[in-house]
């Protein structure tokens, strides 16, 4: 088996700020995922990535970026934060994109201050 | 672009009972459809799927219905325990095309 993990846990920023989130996996999947959870509003997809180096938007892409340099990462920045995107924040990765099961982190709870 | 609904947004039912959660889809290019479920303090964890050509997939007290003419599935749970205290995801997406559409969650509480 594999797993997936993200650091930090918890991530407090002030307003404003850069932010950097990050999610490993040792499955060897091709394809991750960062979605944001925010509570009453299921998982909206915010960039993924098909492959090494490859970076799609998703529905939420605006004010992130990422970053997937190599296969078993993918990093999300929060180029300003702000204090309505305080959320949970989780990395997914399946073996490939599309009707595959996808496998997720325990997620990075961001606070804006 | 595809949206999911789910319904109820919450409910309760006593232990051993079953539970029917319902979800719709806009999109009738979407042609897989997985299932997660989020126990208190844990991770999303897949349960089950189903793809357009089936109508019906079972797994032990699981059952997933797939109505494609009104783009609407149901899952059925049945001999409810209190590990089945959880929210459940509906989620939809294209053959390859694309990353999951998730619904807004379903709140499932079990009372002993």
């Known amino acids: 088996g594999g797993i997936i993990t993200q650091t930090p846990k918890f991530l407090i920023g002030q307003e404003g700020q850069k932010l950097t989130l990050k999610c490993q996996q040792n499955f060897n999947h091709d394809t991750m995922y960062w979605y944001r959870q925010d509570s009453g509003k299921g998982l909206r997809l915010i960039y993924y990535s098909i492959t090494e180096n490859d970076l799609q938007k998703g529905d939420l892409s605006e004010g992130y970026d990422a970053s997937r340099e190599k296969k078993s990462s993918f990093s999300l920045t929060v180029t300003s934060a702000q204090k309505n995107e305080m959320a949970v924040f989780l990395c997914?990765?399946?073996?490939?994109?599309?009707?595959?099961?996808?496998?997720f982190g325990p997620g990075t709870r961001l606070t804006v201050l | 672009g595809e949206q999911v609904e789910q319904l109820p947004s919450s409910l309760i039912v006593q232990e051993g009972a079953s539970v029917l959660i319902n979800c719709s889809y806009t999109?009738?290019?979407?042609?897989?459809f997985p299932w997660y479920k989020q126990e208190p303090g844990k991770r999303l964890q897949f349960i089950i799927d189903i793809r357009s050509n089936m109508e019906r997939k079972q797994t032990q007290r699981l059952t997933l219905l797939f109505d494609k003419k009104t783009k609407h599935l149901s899952l059925h749970i049945t001999a409810t325990q209190p590990g089945d205290s959880a929210i459940y995801f509906c989620s939809a997406s294209y053959q390859g095309g694309r990353a999951l559409i998730f619904g807004t969650g379903t709140t499932v509480s079990v009372s002993p």
């Open positions: 999109d009738s290019a979407s042609v897989y």
């Open positions: 997914a990765s399946s073996i490939r994109l599309g009707g595959y099961e996808q496998y």
